[in-house]
């Protein structure tokens, strides 16, 4: 069992930056990933970022791409996202997955999780 609890969210303006945290707790395997995902109203989940612990591999989505960025806090057992230059459509609630089977390819649907956080709000606007 893996819990996971995210912390960071709030309002920004557009051009501001804000950092997530994800905790993981329980168990972890090797080759553990951990994603991000996001979800709009009215609108489906969307994969926003994901890094493989063992390895410091991280996959981003286009939308994203040079404006997040994605680490990890080895001593808290932390995901971070450090998202920089926000814009209002990126707003949305931000849940951090975790995968604690190994696979190939890094994996960025959410089927492919195995475990949720609760999600945190994450507005931009001015």
């Known amino acids: 069992q893996v819990e996971l609890v995210e912390s960071g969210g709030g309002l920004v303006q557009p051009g501001g930056s804000l950092r997530l945290s994800c905790a993981a707790s329980?168990?972890?395997?090797?080759?553990?990933?951990m994603g991000w995902f996001r979800q709009a109203p009215g609108k489906e989940r969307e994969f926003v970022a994901a890094?493989?612990?063992?390895?410091?591999?991280?996959i981003y989505s286009d939308s994203v791409k040079g404006r997040f960025t994605m680490s990890r806090d080895n001593a808290e057992r932390m995901g971070i996202l450090q998202m920089n230059n926000l814009k209002p459509e990126d707003t949305a609630v931000y849940y951090c997955a975790a995968k604690i089977t190994p696979s190939g390819p890094m994996p960025t649907l959410s089927a492919d999780y195995d475990y949720w956080g609760q999600g945190t709000q994450v507005t931009v606007s001015s």
């Open positions: 890094y493989r612990w063992s390895f410091g591999t991280t």
């Open positions: 329980g168990r972890t395997v090797s080759g553990y990933t």
